[in-house]
């Protein structure tokens, strides 16, 4: 009888390298996690309380933002002004846009570094992030307001895990809790809870306090975070990520719930949205996004007969 013979040495070892090297960029890019997540919603019924993100449908896809060609990065909705605010970092401005993408102002921010995020926090009221040095700045914007000076503002430094261009990415605001939830885009990738700012009432004395949830960060399958939304009737956490081009629900307790892929032929795409960098989400539970440099996406949930 013919025995088989053995493999060789060297074939093996180059197998046992080329495993080893897909189980690390699988572990990289959280396939892994991301993979179980997938199959457990598969035989698990969605949670009542989701927000069900894999529902929504693309209505708008990149439409391309007239009259803007510096990349924009992050979005608010302002539920008074019924209208988006973002913020653009190369020549640095804060701009209105209407629900259907179209510029209604310009103003320019002086002093503000690289502003990466804008959150609405009450009317008038907003707060704009420094990515490099890891600022708050508390702005207030009025109608014939034409310019912003962060010298003038209120503003705060947390100073954590400082690492060149990685730092403060995404904005939420819970108003009801008074929770400002700050996104750190990864090395390593983290959010945090601000407790005191904005600081509302004077009469108080000024007491900020700063919480982290290591168990929610860490099971959050995604390869960083690019924008936040906080939605007040759920109490849930929206996380965009560019680089896994998804973005995660997280419940109270910092659990995944849903996601919703980016991805071309998902969600109705015809394309990849090419470089997600900021949601937000109406009254009504419509959600928008914008791409850089300048593309705008508006996502709605089918209605239910």
Same mark, same amino acid.
């Given at each position: ?146 310019? +912003? ?12 895990? /400082? %690492?060149? @261009? *990685? $730092?403060?990415? #995404? !904005? ?73 081009? +998804? ?12 996601? /919703? %892929?980016? @991805? *071309? $032929?998902?969600? #109705? !795409? ?36």
């Amino acid at each position: 009888m013919r025995r088989f013979a053995r493999p060789k040495p060297l074939i093996f070892m180059l197998l046992m390298m080329v495993l080893i090297v897909l189980i690390a960029i699988g572990q990289y890019l959280r396939l892994f996690e991301r993979a179980w997540f997938n199959l457990y919603t598969l035989w698990q019924p969605m949670s009542a309380q989701s927000i069900g993100l894999d529902q929504y449908r693309v209505v708008v896809e990149g439409r391309v933002i007239e009259g803007l060609d510096d990349d924009v990065s992050a979005l608010t909705f302002d539920p008074v002004r019924k209208s988006l605010f973002t913020v653009t970092n190369k020549n640095a401005e804060l701009i209105e846009l209407s629900l259907e993408g179209k510029i209604l102002r310009r103003i320019a921010l002086v002093g503000f570094g690289d502003p990466e995020a804008v959150e609405f926090i009450s009317a008038d009221t907003y707060v704009i992030t420094d990515e490099r040095q890891q600022r708050l700045i508390k702005i207030h914007l009025e109608q014939g307001t034409t310019f +912003l000076d962060a010298a003038d503002a209120e503003q705060m430094t947390l100073g954590v895990h /400082m %690492s060149g @261009n *990685k $730092g403060f990415e #995404g !904005l939420a605001y819970d108003s009801v809790g008074k929770r400002l939830f700050v996104a750190k885009e990864r090395d390593p990738m983290l959010i945090y809870e601000v407790h005191g700012f904005p600081h509302f009432n004077p009469e108080k004395s000024y007491a900020v306090h700063v919480i982290n949830n290591p168990k929610r960060d860490a099971g959050m399958f995604v390869r960083d975070l690019s924008s936040l939304q906080y939605d007040e009737r759920s109490g849930h956490l929206l996380a965009l990520s560019d680089e896994s081009r +998804l973005i995660l629900e997280l419940d109270v307790d910092g659990r995944p719930l849903s996601t /919703m %892929s980016l @991805n *071309k $032929g998902r969600q #109705g !795409l015809q394309k990849t949205v090419p470089q997600a960098e900021g949601i937000a989400m109406d009254d009504d539970g419509t959600m928008y996004l914008v791409s850089e440099p300048n593309l705008f996406y508006v996502f709605k949930k089918p209605t239910q007969p």
